[in-house]
């Protein structure tokens, strides 16, 4: 091991930026569809197996795309009018599809609470990490979640042509996250990361002003609930979303991953935002993991660290997305190495 795993409170200390010199890791290890299949587990262990983990991560039974993983049948995003039938929840046509079957869906929305047993994988993680940070996880918060039960087309329009039905669905989402939240809590996390894809290459996939009436509350009211669970607030966000940075340091963000290579200038986010957030700061996996050469991949963390590093701390490191299956193995080895030797 190049070093030993951060204790907890060493990444409560990071993330709050109370403590320099630490920039765990977490997230670094991401094989992308396709990694594994092209170099073997093996492979990818070997390169692997000496650099740590700083966070830990669990996850809870989460509901099915169109069936459900429990005897509960209603666990999953589907209704009784589309579950089972072929594809999935995130296709891009959607699953609820017509407003005037809102009704029945709300009626047999998946409820964590009535579902024994799904948080005990989560409390078998925290069990086996005394000590350790551990980060409750899942994927899709609030637009990802809209577009996979609407549709990405749909639920664009929706924001304009059906407010209220998209503002009714949408407390039904953050009422589900809640107790998801709850559960992870029982359970003993200390962090929930989830992810929302808000923008494209160059901007929003919204105005501004559409997040602020539509997102922004959902996210203020399920940030206020994680806070009162004693839990840090983590979010995966793809995309150049500067727009809108201000608004989640506003409600109380406390970590905000990737900050995205090419889609987002480093430097003026660092100058404007440093300090303020923690950046979980995501290595290009677009271009320079996969294209460049392990010393120009050993540069780009220590750039990454020179632009977000601060004294009192605030920074983690991690991969942008997925590493891709075209990556060189040395270059990811490069990469996992120097965000291991990494002391501010």
Known sequence: MLRQPYDKQTVIDVIERRRGGAVPLAFHKWWGEGLEEKYGHDSLENISADIPDDVVTAGFITPGDRQSPTDDPTYCWSYSGTRGSQGTAKDAGGILTDWEELPRYLEEFPDPEKQPGIFEPAKQVVDAHGG?????????????????????????????????????????????????????????????????????????????????????????????????????????????????????????LDVIHPIQAGTMDLEEVSAAYGGRITFFAGFDVQHLLPEGTPQQVRQGVRDLVRIFGRPEGGLMLAAGNGILPGTPLENIRAFLDEAARIHL
């Open 132 to 252: 350790r940070y551990v980060l409750g996880h899942w994927w899709f918060c609030f637009y990802e979640r809209l577009w996979a039960i609407r549709g990405m087309e749909n639920v664009l329009m929706d924001f304009l042509l059906h407010p209220e039905e998209l503002k009714a669905l949408s407390r039904a989402i953050l009422e589900h996250h809640k107790k998801a939240v709850r559960g992870l809590a029982a359970a003993g996390v200390d962090g929930i990361f989830v992810s929302d894809d808000l923008g494209a290459q160059s901007a929003l996939m919204m105005s501004p002003d559409v997040f602020r009436t539509f997102l922004k509350p959902l996210y203020r009211e399920l940030i206020e609930e994680i806070h009162s669970c004693g839990m840090h607030f983590w979010l995966h966000t793809c995309g150049n979303v500067t727009q809108i940075v201000d608004d989640f340091i506003e409600i109380g």
